[in-house]
């Protein structure tokens, strides 16, 4: 058995555990803090897509609690030199913030961002202020999280990625099985937007301003007449490079009729061409 496996069979034996029973157990801290490396390093992740599959590495989320139940909670307090003041937070000693230096070729602009420990920036990686990644996220190289933006716990965001102004990348940490929020390669998401409950969207795909994915709300294909939907098979998919807009559909009954009543729905209202790729393209000066 290989290393990896045999970290992968220990958290597995820990995830039954209790606070009080890993407070005692010897091994807990060891077997954790091996296995947040292997996390800070992106080497293990939440989900991975596997033979053209997404899939849920419940392992892993399973490590992510047992740091929630080993923690202790804890006050500390950062007094960057030269500021008047200093920033407090309360939180579990086994998640602080995540230590990133020069070296990892992360830009975090200054003005209030956090990145907790547990989480992976890749090289390039830009932050504008102020944005929050959580603890399990995995950020691929050359994406841009824009301010006002979350990356929520366990999601998985592709390379070259951009997070318009007030994104919320809602995160999916338990149930274990459950299927984080995941964003592929290349996607362009418009300011305001929210990705909730495990929606997947596929590579090169543009989500308009204000658009809202989540698994209860079904998106229209306008170009290929289908709905796209959450169903007992898996999650919302929004295709590969589908351009969504927020639209609405009309309620049916003669009080919606007489009073103009409609439903938000997201539409897809064409795919991405020459066209989109120009008005989406990043302004590669920033990096």
């Known amino acids: 058995m290989s290393s990896y496996e045999s970290l992968q069979q220990e958290i597995l034996a820990l995830s039954t555990a209790g606070a009080a029973e890993l407070a005692v157990n010897s091994d807990a801290r060891r077997i954790f803090g091996e296995f947040k490396k292997l996390l800070n390093n992106g080497i293990v992740r939440a989900a991975e897509k596997k033979d053209g599959a997404w899939v849920v590495n419940t392992w892993v989320k399973e490590g992510i609690l047992i740091g929630m139940r080993l923690g202790k909670l804890t006050g500390v307090?950062?007094?960057?030199?030269?500021c008047l003041g200093a920033f407090v937070f309360i939180d579990k000693d086994t998640w602080p913030l995540k230590e990133i230096t020069p070296e990892q070729n992360v830009r975090i602009?200054?003005?209030?961002?956090?990145?907790?420990?547990?989480?992976?920036?890749?090289?390039?990686?830009?932050?504008?202020?102020?944005?929050?990644?959580?603890?399990?996220?995995?950020v691929d190289a050359g994406t841009m999280i824009d301010s006002h933006a979350l990356v929520g716990s366990c999601a998985q965001v592709g390379r070259n990625v951009h997070l318009s102004a007030g994104v919320q990348v809602g995160?999916?940490?338990?149930?274990?099985?459950?299927m984080p929020v995941i964003i592929e390669d290349?996607?362009?998401?418009?300011?305001?937007?929210?990705?909730?409950?495990?929606?997947?969207?596929?590579?090169?795909?543009?989500?308009?301003?204000?658009?809202?994915?989540?698994?209860?709300?079904?998106?229209?294909?306008?170009?290929?007449?289908?709905?796209?939907?959450?169903?007992?098979?898996?999650?919302?998919?929004?295709?590969?490079?589908?351009?969504?807009?927020?639209?609405?559909?009309?309620?049916?009954?003669?009080?919606?009729?007489?009073?103009?009543?409609?439903?938000?729905?997201p539409v897809i209202v064409k795919y991405r061409d020459e066209k989109t790729d120009s008005a989406t393209a990043l302004e590669q000066a920033l990096r």
């Open 77 to 82: 307090t950062v007094a960057p030199e030269g």
């Open 186 to 265: 290349d996607v362009m998401v418009g300011g305001n937007c929210g990705i909730y409950e495990g929606t997947i969207v596929q590579e090169r795909a543009v989500i308009g301003t204000g658009v809202i994915l989540n698994g209860s709300t079904p998106v229209y294909d306008l170009v290929n007449g289908t709905i796209h939907r959450r169903n007992a098979a898996g999650p919302l998919v929004i295709p590969s490079g589908a351009v969504v807009v927020a639209g609405s559909r009309a309620l049916k009954g003669d009080f919606a009729a007489e009073n103009g009543l409609s439903l938000y729905t």
């Open 109 to 138: 602009v200054p003005g209030g961002s956090s990145v907790r420990d547990g989480s992976y920036l890749a090289p390039t990686v830009v932050m504008m202020p102020p944005a929050y990644v959580n603890v399990g996220a995995y």
């Open 171 to 178: 995160g999916v940490l338990e149930p274990v099985g459950a």
